[in-house]
């Protein structure tokens, strides 16, 4: 199974101010054959489901704000959120879905500051 | 409206059954691959099983390989999942989620939409 590494566990910043989560997968989840990326983030808030947030690595979901943003290829990914609102507050979990079983990172949890 | 309503969560013993359901609405069932996936306390997330739109393919995470058995009623649009020989480490908040259709390679493991989820506890 290939092993999804999120960094850092969990982070605080203020309200307005940029967000980063990293992740690196054990192997490369870019396919040759059409050149995507299978890598998305999910946002977790506590007694709600996981939302879908970013998919091909950059993709935002339909009704994800702009604020959120994916980057990077290969093995090594970021989530950005570029003006953290409250609502933002929730757990982040990258997953690839390169192949089966679709793994997920251990989440990095985000509050403010 | 996509939907996925999870039912059958609750308390049972060390070695005892539970099934769950997932009721879907809001799509054409038939046509997704779906997956069970789970959250243990204070963990992350764990994909446990899925099945083919057909319902003709199954898989299994191995922590749960031979215990669980994963099936659907495309005609009532139905995803189940019997859990058999419970144990403690299969305490957990059990999500029912919809695969995203791709044409080849397959991304089914990538999820759209997700259910509130059902809370399985395995303890004596």
């Known amino acids: 199974d290939i092993v999804m590494t999120q960094s850092p566990d969990s982070l605080a910043v203020s309200l307005g101010e940029r967000a980063t989560i990293n992740c690196k997968s054990s192997?490369?989840?870019?396919?040759?054959?059409?050149?995507?990326?299978?890598l998305a983030w999910y946002q977790h808030k506590p007694g709600q489901p996981p939302k879908l947030l970013i998919f091909?690595?950059?993709v935002r979901e339909s009704g994800v704000p702009d604020r959120f943003s994916g980057s990077g290829s290969g093995t090594e990914f970021s989530l950005t959120i570029s003006r953290l609102q409250t609502e933002d507050v929730a757990v982040y979990y990258c997953?690839?879905?390169?192949?089966?079983?679709?793994?997920f990172g251990q989440g990095t949890k985000v509050e403010i500051k | 409206e996509v939907q996925l309503v999870e039912s059958g969560g609750g308390l049972v013993q060390p070695g005892g059954s539970l099934r769950l359901s997932c009721a879907a609405s809001?799509?054409?069932?038939?046509?997704?691959?779906m997956s069970w996936v789970r959250q243990a306390p204070g963990k992350g997330l764990e994909w446990v099983s899925d099945?083919?739109?057909?319902?003709?393919?199954?898989d299994y995470a191995d922590s749960v390989k031979g215990r669980f058995t994963i099936s659907r009623d495309n005609s009532k649009n139905t995803l189940s999942l019997q859990m058999n020989s419970l144990r403690a480490e299969d305490t957990a908040v059990y999500y029912c989620?919809?695969?995203?259709?791709?044409?080849?390679?397959?991304?089914?493991?990538?999820?759209?939409?997700w259910g509130q989820g059902t809370l399985v506890t395995v303890s004596s």
């Open positions: 099945i083919s739109a057909s319902g003709g393919n199954t």
């Open positions: 809001g799509f054409t069932f038939s046509y997704y691959d």
């Open positions: 091909w690595a950059s």
């Open positions: 192997q490369s989840v870019l396919h040759s054959s059409n050149n995507k990326n299978y």
């Open positions: 989620a919809k695969g995203v259709a791709c044409s080849r390679p397959s991304c089914s493991h990538l999820f759209d939409y």
């Open positions: 997953q690839q879905y390169y192949s089966t079983p679709g793994t």
